[in-house]
Structures are given as C-alpha cells and as structure tokens.
C-alpha cells in the first residue's frame, strides 16, 4: 500500500478518455498534454491536438449550484465572485456545468475556466468532498498542470496532498491558473 500511496507529484503519467461525436484520448508524461482523435476507419488514435495548452483566464465557471445551501462560506463568496463584475476578469463568467468531471474539465482544458466541487456537509462521510484524490484528483491535476493550469482542494495544491487511504476524497478546483487562484483567495482570506 506504501508504494499506491504516493504524492500526485509522483506521477509519471495520467490521461483520460472522452467519448461523444467522437472519441478522444488526452495524456501526459510529464512533456506537455497531447490529444488523440480515433479515426474509425483506421481503427486508431491520431494526433489531434499536439502541446493543449489551457488559456491562464477563463470564461467560464462549471459547478453543480444546487448544492448552494450545503456549502461553506468561502465558497459561497467563489462562486458569487464568478457570476459578478466584482472578480479578475471584471465581468460575469459563463455557467457550463454538464455533470460529468471529465467532460466539464476537458471542455475547460481546451478553452479556459474552472470546475469546482468543493466539500459540503451533505453526507459526513464525505465531508471533506467528494472526488477522489488517487484517481480524479490526482491524475486531472498532473494533466492541467503540464497544461499551464492548477488545481487544488481550496488550501493546499492537489499534487502535494499526502494520501492516507486508498479512497479519500477532497474538494477540487481546476483549470486556469488564474480562475484557481482566485477561487484558492477566498479560502486563505478565511484562513487569515
């Protein structure tokens, strides 16, 4: 279990798949995020979209927003800042929000913006979020980061989060750099 448990920093590679009108595999090894459109014709994957590259200010914020009354304070002031003028970008951000990590954070990776799902005091079992760092968290994280992005869970950068157990679960705020570090302020603000 020592060697399962390791820092996302460790990772020497992550990726996911997407399907829909086609399918898509994004990766990296540590040398930028490339992606790879199966041609079904051939039967193979071929180079779509060679060095994805996430723009540093975003337009648009993806967060489930029924989840409102569940939330701490920090991330109400978040999510607030993000459908006002009053945040870095000076005008509202657009809500995306499909329901799916992966396409949510694909869709951003390639345009810009942020997905969030902070912890809430729904279930407290899950109090400290929902995502799992070893297998959402964790890969999503390196991939964003070779992409020029960042992710964190609020506090503290994803890839630097000693994991404890197989299955724990943290909130997640990845995309544009910018986008995260102004979601990351309202957490130090409270902290302060």
């Known amino acids: 279990m020592e060697e399962v448990l390791q820092k996302g920093e460790n990772q020497v590679a992550a990726g996911y798949f997407i399907y829909g009108s086609s399918t898509m595999m994004v990766y990296t090894t540590g040398s930028g995020v490339h992606g790879f459109t199966l041609d079904p014709s051939v039967g193979e994957f071929l180079l779509s979209n060679p ?3 996430i723009p540093e200010q975003g337009k648009v914020y993806s967060v ?3 989840y409102w009354d569940y939330w701490d304070e920090p991330t109400k002031k978040c999510v607030s800042s993000f459908k006002s ?3 870095r970008r000076g005008k509202p951000y657009s809500l995306r929000y499909i329901g799916s990590l ?3 954070f694909h869709r951003n990776l390639l345009s810009g913006g942020i997905f969030m799902y902070p912890k809430d005091n729904r279930d407290p079992k899950k109090s400290s979020g929902k995502l799992r760092l070893m297998c959402e968290a964790n890969p999503l994280a390196y991939v964003v ?3 020029g992005g960042a992710a964190s869970d609020g506090r ?3 890839l630097e989060i000693d994991p404890h157990e197989l299955h724990q679960r943290v909130p997640l705020f990845i995309g544009s750099k ?3 570090e102004q979601a990351v302020s309202f957490y130090q603000e409270q902290d302060a």
């Open 51 to 53: 060095n994805i590259t």
């Open 64 to 66: 489930n927003e029924s």
């Open 85 to 87: 003028s009053n945040n």
């Open 102 to 104: 992966v396409s949510d």
């Open 145 to 147: 980061e070779q992409a």
């Open 156 to 158: 503290k950068r994803i």
């Open 178 to 180: 910018n986008d995260v």
